[in-house]
């Protein structure tokens, strides 16, 4: 998979896709994004750390994956767990820090939102 899709990725990419889709994503897609991509940015991950989000942020890009992502809720299940298994396996790389700002960010996004939505993202991965 890494290949496949992690050439589909790029920051700027991932911007326009969130700032279109983040809304209809819903806030525990684009937390799980948002954990994902300051775990890239951080100058301490390894590089096979970073080609394994890359390709789950490419898959996510990509309007064509297994689900069509216009389909509200749905379209972004197939999304989520690939985001999911991803966040499991880079687990050891998310630091506090890194939580934190993908929290605020969430937060500033969708204003309020109930701290479930955030901690069953986390439950499920660290």
Known sequence: MDKKYSQHFSEKSLWDKLKQFGKTAGAKVVYAVLLLLYTF???GVSTKTKLSI???LGYFILPTDAIID???IIG???DLGVLLFTLSA???S???EIKAKARKK???WFGAIDPQELNDIDNQTF
């Open 41 to 43: 940015q951080d100058k």
């Open 94 to 96: 998310i630091t506090p």
């Open 106 to 108: 969430a937060h500033e």
């Open 90 to 92: 880079v687990a050891t």
């Open 54 to 56: 890359a390709a789950a």
């Open 76 to 78: 972004y299940s197939d």
């Open 70 to 72: 216009l389909t509200p």
